[in-house]
């Protein structure tokens, strides 16, 4: 555990002090998340997803990589050797 004390400066303005940034990778200009949980401040980096990729961050599309990556495991794929192939299996 990494243990550094910090003084609040005006407007509530807190330094993070080198150390912490160092073991967590924050550089200047990153973004945190501050959390309140159990009367104790948590300091979290994040960042921030554009809209139009939110989609593969979710939980569906976790699951549907998961399952695809054991199918993979097991052998269960096809393969194609050109768009025709692919468009005929598709339309059957």
């Known amino acids: 555990m990494l243990e550094v004390v910090s003084k609040i400066a005006r407007n509530g303005q ?3 002090p080198s ?3 160092n073991v967590l990778h924050i ?3 990153d973004l ?6 159990n009367a ?3 300091i979290t980096p994040v960042s921030i997803v554009n809209k139009d990729q939110a989609y593969f961050f979710t939980k569906e599309w976790k ?5 695809s ?12 050797h050109s768009a025709e192939e692919l ?3 598709i339309e059957g």
């Open 14 to 16: 807190l330094t993070i």
């Open 19 to 21: 150390r912490i940034r």
């Open 27 to 29: 550089k200047d200009g």
């Open 32 to 37: 945190v998340r501050f959390d309140v949980k």
């Open 40 to 42: 104790k401040l948590l």
């Open 63 to 67: 699951e549907s990589v998961k399952k």
């Open 69 to 80: 990556e054991e199918s993979i495991k097991k052998g269960k794929y096809s393969v194609y």
């Open 87 to 89: 468009r005929k299996d």
